[in-house]
């Protein structure tokens, strides 16, 4: 007797941003919707707003001090923090006014509120943001970037970095950072590259596919007409961090073993299941791996300064007028 036939797939709806009919649905792990209308790439089911705002609370950050690293890896964070405020005061000498849109810990709004910024953060874990609070006296927004209840024309500068590919509805925080910014202000954005051969190779099992953390799925090409059509100019690309690009390199190097991926990355963590890891010996086995490949890591990561094939994007925008 024949088995029954495996049920069917669901329908595939429009584009949840542009309406296109035309949608794929990638498999292999969560399944992932590609539109060739507008270029983006997103969860099919993005999981209620519940549960993803949970995901970052009293596991995520640490209570007291808003840590998510062991101490040597946040010290690291804070070095690459004095570097992104380096990057901004390059484009916005200052002092001026900036909006740090997950603004993680509150070093970089700290850091240029020493400058004589003006500055606000937005959070949504309730844990960073108390410690940000407590331990660098600075003012974080606990919500959705779409919630902030200021008026319009509030800030000379927004900063999104890493935080675009977590919301649903990316075009939606766009329009509110235009209408916060001043005329002619400055949007500094950075997202994870989906367009490279790693993705397209390791799929699910790629470092920045992080489910169900990421809902969006970036590409050069999709990021540049998402800014178009929310009223941005992109004055300025880039397509290499020296925070991120080569240890996404080396952490997919190391994905391509068995087993679950982003073993290394996750033991550096603070949580129980970082701790955890720490004591299996295949966590030692992947460290002493990443000694090895770190220098060619770092090596194919550098080719991003020459060819746009980096792992992560920054973009440069300006509020168009209007």
Known sequence: MSSPPPPAAPPIEPCRFCGSDRVDRREGGPAVLSCPGCGLMYLENIPPAAEREALYQEEYYRGDTGARFLGVFEKLVAFFRRLRVRAILGHEPGPASLLDVGCGRGMVIEML??????VMGTQLSRTAAEAARKQRNVEVFVGELTD??????SFRVILISHVLEHVPRPDEYLRRARSLLEENGLLVIEVPNHGGLAF???????FCFDYPNHLIYFTPSSLTALLQRNGFKIERSSFFSLEYSPFTTLQNMLNFLPGEPNRLYRSFMTTGEGRLLRTSPVTWLHAVLACVLAAPALLVSLAALIVPVGNTMRFICRRTRG
């Open 148 to 153: 902030l209840p200021l008026p319009d024309g």
């Open 200 to 206: 397209r190779i390791l799929r699910h099992r790629h």
């Open 113 to 118: 509120q020493k400058r004589g910024w003006r």
